[in-house]
């Protein structure tokens, strides 16, 4: 059974600064991974995905990295803001034979930026 | 307006009722998912579906089913709620005829089951 790790649970952090959240799971044997930003009592919002041939994507001050040999992704932030407060989460799927089935999700990083 | 919507946004029920959460997708994506949000627990995906007549269970599907009744819309039905059934629920879709099968949520059913 896929289980995915975020490390930390929690971070605050000045504005300005850069950041690195950290997601690991346990079964390589992925179709893609996505990254998400949660805002409380809102849905989901995807930042991004990367297939499971691919080493990294870019959208903005966000780099999201993946290293499936060893089961880890990383969420870089650049230049924090107060408006990238959120959880964000880190999430998995797996490939069954017609394509990606359902996602397998962390339980994500709270992140307070501090103005 | 939203590309993909869900009602009711909130509900309150009591144990024993059924009740029937519904998704509606306009990005004409062929798969769609229902999931729940736990604190604590994070997200799990309940069931999934990849077109009309093909229906899969999920992490857990106990307590729960689902009717695809047209390529945009999947309804997830609680046919005795439950108190340990109060989460936050969402829908989300996927498009496997593009490269990268991201996954779109709705916005959220809060259930209250007492």
């Known amino acids: 059974k896929q289980e995915v790790t975020q490390i930390p649970a929690a971070l605050s952090v000045p504005e300005g600064e850069n950041l690195v959240l950290n997601c690991s799971f346990t079964?390589?044997?992925?179709?893609?991974l996505q990254w998400f930003r949660q805002d409380p009592g809102k849905g989901l919002t995807s930042l991004l995905l990367?297939?499971?041939?691919?080493r990294e994507q870019t959208s903005g001050r966000l780099n999201a990295s993946l290293d499936k040999s060893s089961g880890r992704s990383t969420l870089y932030i650049a230049a924090s803001q107060p408006g990238d407060s959120a959880t964000y989460l880190c999430?998995?799927?797996?490939?069954?034979?017609?394509?990606?089935?359902?996602?397998?999700f962390g339980k994500g990083t709270h992140l307070i930026i501090q103005p | 307006d939203a590309d993909v919507t869900q009602t009711p946004r909130n509900r309150i029920t009591k144990t024993g009722k059924r009740i029937m959460l519904e998704c509606s997708q306009t990005?004409?994506?062929?798969?769609m998912y229902w999931y729940r949000q736990d604190p604590g627990l994070g997200l799990r995906l309940i069931y999934y579906?990849?077109?009309?007549?093909?229906?899969n269970k999920g992490e857990i599907s106990d307590g729960y089913s689902v009717s695809r009744q047209a390529q945009a819309k999947f309804s997830l039905s609680l046919e005795s709620a439950i108190p340990n059934q109060t989460a936050l629920y969402f829908c989300?879709?996927?498009?496997?005829?593009?490269?990268?099968?991201?996954?779109?949520f709705g916005p959220g059913t809060r259930l209250l089951v007492l």
């Open positions: 989300a879709t996927s498009d496997t005829t593009g490269s990268e099968e991201t996954q779109y």
């Open positions: 079964d390589s044997a992925i179709y893609n």
């Open positions: 990367i297939q499971s041939s691919q």
């Open positions: 999430a998995v799927n797996r490939y069954s034979g017609g394509g990606a089935d359902g996602l397998t």
């Open positions: 990005k004409g994506h062929d798969r």
């Open positions: 579906s990849f077109d009309v007549k093909d229906i």
